[in-house]
């Protein structure tokens, strides 16, 4: 890769971790998935160059580092938030913890009788 391709890839990842935040703020979910190989496929080509072609990307190698870390905080924020919420019951959850309370569901009476094969 040219040192203007990783430049190129470096704003274009610092660009995506800038939209990921705004849409975590937002309160989207966020699918990351690829990121990191995509992050870590620019930086090493930036390591691979000389050390005269690299020093030109610094600034935007601190973009995305500034990015990653500005997103991380808004992760977090919303993690602490949802800890103090406290935990999410979905339902099958809480129909363990009604059986748990209550004990199991009483057996077929009468009115429920039994599911049975047809006869031939």
Avoid: F, K
Wanted: include cysteine; proline fraction near 11%.
């Amino acid at each position: 890769m040219t040192p203007q391709e990783i430049g190129r890839q470096l704003a274009a990842v610092a660009a995506a971790l800038a939209q990921a935040r705004d849409e975590a703020e937002g309160g989207a979910w966020l699918d990351l998935d690829g990121l990191g190989e995509r992050v870590r496929t620019v930086c090493d080509a930036a390591l691979a160059l000389a050390p005269e072609e690299a020093r030109p990307l610094l600034a935007r190698l601190e973009a995305v580092v500034d990015a990653l870390d500005s997103l991380a905080a808004v992760l977090a924020r919303q993690r602490d938030a949802l800890a103090a919420a406290g935990p999410v019951i979905g339902p099958h959850t809480a129909r363990r913890r009604a059986v748990a309370a209550y004990g199991a569901a009483p057996p077929p009476g009468p009115a429920d009788p039994p599911d049975r094969p047809d006869d031939p």
